[in-house]
């Protein structure tokens, strides 16, 4: 009996399942999906390598210095950076009185002491980076109704982080001749701009990097180079994500040699209580 | 003799193996405790500026220091005539007005709102709130009276109510911690 | 558990022998996981595999409890807490850490340790209670494993929680208010957070209980073993210690060095970059998945594409993925062939390699796919081989299937003879721990 109630049962599921399957590739072969222009054109990030890479990665602070100053003299205008604060960039080896007077140079929201009105205040180390926009409505209407993101956690919140922020900076091209050939309609509308790296191919960001020599390094540095501020940048935001990546990929070394050895122990001494028992 | 020899490496492995897994439980026991000790974020809200500036003799403000009150005070050439007064070898905590305040600015007594007994904020900071019986603050919770030089004089609490580290930053800016 | 040859617990300290005439815990100790257990000697690794999830259930309480001293559950704030436990707390990196992937590897364990199960009949009587209770410890793992998935409140803990509560709206008539109900609002917002947070914090403690009953059913009969073959004589068992907490030892080694791998070096593989990203409940991610484990049970619910005469393609899904954990509650009647290794069926050993496997395999890589062809299409052919597994090939192969000749012992499966076990009383079910 219950056999018999066990078979129905299968039958309803297995026919309701056979009759999906039957109508949707029918719906395949007669109505084959058509073919997409971010399907086609959409590309995956470049490679990117940087030294914060592997299991023994260590943070170039040079390099992350170059990327803060790019964040700090490009991407600012735009990009909030909400999660670090202004003592953490003492991790990219500014002294305590830099990191005072980067916090300096930037405005960040406070109270007035006498009115209690909101005004704004220099930076203390102790700060946040401030939001360059008071709030999403605003955001939306300075960006030509796109919300710039946030950059703190930008390496992890997409595939391939860093490279996709590396090979997307560096991506901005004409739209391809072939694409519009084959998508009349996919043309890239008005104020926005082509980039194959991002998702739907058109971006509302202009290209920030857009010349040589844009951001000024000191000296012993790089030349300032797109594709060298886009790296840097890239490297940074790796930082942002991710500050205690070195010192995981440390504790993690010791850990797991110590696991190793231990594992080890564990094995000789199971073969030893188990010596002379077959099983 | 070959036999005890394999016994005695045998129980050598078991052992190791036993105090291998015991190194590992000290491992994993270090993070567990000590996530949790005050955090980066909180260490680094460590120093506070206070502009003094609008401070007048006899009045005091509660400013607030790792999120504890500290009271700031200008202190009246009275006050600081009945600070030096008392013979500090006399005192239960004894410490001069001297030793409390920085060279050339005696009237300005900084010290944590913090009773040195139990934690609780004394009295006699605001305006109008009662000064014990030495003029300087009173603890409502168990009784301890201090001094114009904060300095327990009277009640359970054992110290002086303490006086961060501070600088003045200018004549009229302190820096705390 | 109570083998004739079982020794008994007789204290060696004085203190001992004070505290088990008056709490037994030492003796209760002794016959769950010392020398008063005994265990079948032939046990292969996957046996191991109970050990490791009891231990993944305390990682993930400890770490589980400190994750909570940082946390606060606000939609407002949920997400910088996270990342301010991350940033800024002690070693707080490694607990978020160890939390998330801590949750992937209970799965991972708990699955092989399901399917060993299935291989081996270990839910055949007189162990189905053992099982059923098991089945139960799987669900409210996956409740929990939900709810704690939203609490970070990135954008696939939002819409994670929207889409699932949305299942529940698929039931006729009370769909709607039900979902509300579970919401307490329209949308996942404060409401949600708070109820997911308090039930994320309750309910391990609940699998906790689960699992303590699930052990104290097994010592009833003891321990299954490969052969399937009942223990028959003392020769045919090892006591618990030190044996297995020697065997146990190593493999939680290589299962330390494994999850110690992930967490260093790859804390982020198996979670979803969206989920850096703060709730935004205007937005919907491009292709929203849950967490790997639910892909099996998200593919069958997404293979329902047409409506099924009067039945809704939604509810159906609904109905099918629930369905695929709630049938194996019926497994041990089922199954009702008498031979409970598959190593001894050769027909239902067939269809689990060939069939159940690959159909599992195809499951999991659709259910974290795209909702598109051919995908969709694969996991249609994989959860229909699923149901018919369960529901028609099992029943159907238990009653026609000619099984192997069984070994006497499982002595004589190890040593190839077994001169006792012709001597020896066969063991009577014991009924007592």
């Not at chain 3, 009647?333 to 390699?353: A, E, H, N, Q």
């Not at chain 3, 796919?369 to 995908?375: K, L, V």
Request: proline letters at 8%; one cysteine or more.
């Amino acid at each position: 009996m219950a056999r018999i109630l066990s078979i129905l049962v299968g039958l309803f599921f297995t026919v309701a399942l056979a009759w999906s399957f039957g109508k949707g590739a029918y719906t395949q072969i007669t109505e084959p999906p058509a073919a997409t222009a971010e399907h086609e054109f959409h590309l995956h990030p470049k490679e990117l390598h940087l030294a914060s890479d592997g299991p023994f990665g260590k943070f170039d602070k040079q390099q992350l210095q170059r990327g803060f100053q790019v964040y700090k003299e490009v991407c600012s205008a735009c990009h909030s950076l909400s999660h670090v604060a202004f003592r953490d960039l003492e991790q990219l080896g500014y002294s305590e009185g830099q990191v005072k007077t980067i916090a300096a140079g930037f405005q960040v929201p406070g109270v007035d002491p006498t009115t209690g009105e909101a005004n704004t205040r220099p930076g203390t180390a102790t700060d946040y980076f401030p939001k360059p926009f008071a709030n999403d409505i605003a955001a939306r209407a300075a960006n030509n109704n796109a919300i710039p993101p946030d950059l703190s956690l930008m390496a992890k919140a997409r595939h391939d982080g860093a490279a996709y922020v590396y090979s997307l900076l560096t991506g901005f091209q004409a739209q391809p001749a072939e694409l519009l050939k084959e998508f009349p309609d996919s043309k890239t509308p008005a104020g926005l701009h082509y980039n194959p790296y991002f998702a739907n191919l058109n971006l509302a960001m202009a290209p920030p990097l857009t010349g040589d020599g844009q951001v000024e390094y000191g000296p012993g540095n790089p030349k300032p180079t797109v594709e060298q501020m886009s790296k840097d940048v890239s490297a940074f935001l790796v930082w942002t994500a991710e500050p205690k990546l070195e010192k995981r990929n440390q504790t993690g070394f010791a850990v797991v040699l110590f696991l190793i050895f231990a594992t080890v122990l564990g094995y000789m001494s199971y073969r030893n209580i188990w010596a002379g028992k077959k099983h | 003799m070959a036999e005890t020899e394999g016994v005695r490496r045998r129980d050598f492995i078991n052992i190791a193996a036993v105090s291998a897994a015991g190194v590992a439980g000290i491992g994993i026991v270090v993070p567990l405790v000590s996530q949790m000790s005050a955090s980066a974020d909180v260490l680094a809200a460590s120093s506070t500026e206070i502009d003094i500036s609008a401070i007048q003799p006899g009045q005091a403000i509660k400013a607030v220091f790792r999120k504890q009150p500290v009271f700031v005070r200008n202190l009246t050439p009275k006050e600081i005539a009945e600070a030096n007064a008392v013979d500090a070898s006399s005192l239960r905590d004894p410490q001069t007005l001297e030793e409390r305040t920085k060279e050339g600015k005696e009237n300005w007594l900084i010290t944590m709102g913090v009773c040195t007994h139990l934690g609780c904020v004394p009295l006699g900071a605001g305006e109008g709130e009662v000064k014990g019986e030495f003029g300087g603050y009173f603890c409502p919770c168990h009784g301890s009276s201090y001094d114009t030089a904060a300095r327990i004089r009277k009640g359970p609490a054992p110290k002086n109510l303490e006086v961060p580290d501070y600088t003045f930053s200018s004549d009229t800016v302190v820096k705390i911690g | 558990m109570s083998f004739p040859w079982v020794k008994h617990y007789t204290p060696a300290h004085p203190f001992m022998k004070w505290m088990d005439d008056r709490l037994p815990i030492p003796r209760l100790v002794y016959n769950a996981v010392g020398g008063g257990y005994e265990v079948p000697r032939n046990l292969n690794y996957f046996w191991n595999f109970g050990f490791l999830a009891g231990l993944c259930l305390v990682l993930q309480i400890v770490t589980g409890i400190v994750m909570a001293m940082h946390y606060a559950a606000n939609t407002a704030v949920a997400f910088d807490t996270i990342e301010m436990t991350v940033r800024d707390v002690n070693w707080g990196w490694l607990m978020r850490y160890a939390h998330a992937n801590g949750a992937s590897a209970f799965f991972v364990v708990i699955y092989i340790h399901i399917f060993r199960g299935f291989y081996y009949g270990s839910y055949k009587a007189p162990r189905e209670m053992v099982w059923l209770l098991g089945v139960v410890i799987f669900l409210l793992m996956m409740a929990t494993a939900f709810m704690g998935y939203v609490l970070p409140w990135g954008q696939m803990s939002f819409w994670g929680a929207k889409v699932i509560t949305g299942l529940f709206g698929a039931i006729p008539f009370v769909g709607e208010p039900l979902q509300q109900w579970l919401l307490g609002g329209f949308a996942p917002d404060n409401a949600a957070l708070n109820r997911f947070f308090s039930l994320h914090y309750l309910l391990p403690f609940v699998i906790l209980g689960v699992v303590i009953l699930h052990i104290w059913a097994l010592h009833i009969p003891g321990s299954s073993n490969p052969t399937g073959v009942e223990v028959k004589s003392s020769s045919d068992t090892v006591p618990f210690y030190p044996f297995y907490v020697a065997k146990d030892g190593w493999a939680i080694g290589v299962f330390a060095i494994l999850f110690a791998i992930a967490v260093f070096y790859f804390p982020n593989a198996l979670g979803h970059p969206d989920n850096y990203i703060p709730a935004n409940p205007m937005s919907t991610p491009a292709h929203i998945v849950p967490e790997w484990y639910f892909w099996p049970f998200y593919a069958i619910l997404r293979a329902f594409t047409q409506d099924f005469f009067f039945i809704p393609a939604k509810l159906m899904g609904v109905l099918a993925m629930f369905g695929a954990i709630l049938v194996w509650f019926f497994l041990p009647w089922l199954d009702k062939s008498p031979v409970r290794s598959g190593g001894y069926r050769p027909l239902y050993r067939k269809f689990f390699f060939f069939g159940l496997i690959p159909a599992m395999a195809v499951l999991f890589y659709c259910g974290g796919a795209p909702a598109a062809e051919p995908y969709v299409m694969f996991s249609q052919l994989a959860a229909l081989y699923y149901f018919a597994h369960f529901l028609i090939i099992i029943p159907v192969v238990s009653a026609i299937e000619k099984p192997l000749p069984l070994p006497f012992s499982i002595t004589e499966a190890v040593l190839g003879k077994d001169d006792e076990a012709q001597l020896s009383v066969p063991a009577a079910p014991a009924s007592a721990v």
